[in-house]
Nanobody, 125 residues
Framework: VQLQASGGGLVRPGGSLRLSCAAS????????IAWFRQAPGKEREGVSC????????YYTDSVKGRFTISRDSAKNTVYLQMDSLKDEDTAVYYC???????????????????WGQGTLVTVSS
């Protein structure tokens, strides 16, 4: 199983980025998928997730209304559209899946077995 995260980069505050997580060796339609991030000196936090059926999502409070998670079954890829980016969104972003649940009111339950390599998002003027 491989998860290939991409799409990070340097963006000015207020800008947008779309992260991608392309999977191989696993069919994402059968699993909840999550995006985590870890900023320098901070603990890793769950940012967003989507359940296996794709009909429930979760966003941490700090990104609600700005980030959107989605899935393309044909491409076996999950996306994180990030708009109105702020300095505090700067972090390495990881996608992860397998053996987790995505609960709309609570976030990610469980510890993912599979992780992408991370993609760096830097928001700076």
């Amino acid at each position: 199983v491989q998860l290939q995260a991409s799409g990070g980069g340097l963006v000015r505050p207020g800008g947008s980025l779309r992260l991608s997580c392309a999977a191989s060796g696993i069919t994402l339609d059968y699993h909840a998928i999550a995006w985590f991030r870890q900023a320098p000196g901070k603990e890793r936090e769950g940012v967003s997730c989507i359940n296996a059926r794709g009909d429930n999502t979760y966003y941490t409070d700090s990104v609600k209304g700005r980030f959107t998670i989605s899935r393309d079954s044909a491409k076996n890829t999950v996306y994180l559209q990030m708009d109105s980016l702020k300095d505090e969104d700067t972090a390495v972003y990881y996608c992860a899946t397998h053996r987790i649940l995505c609960i709309p009111a609570a976030g990610v339950l469980g510890t993912p077995n599979y992780w992408g390599q991370g993609t760096l998002v830097t928001v700076s003027s």
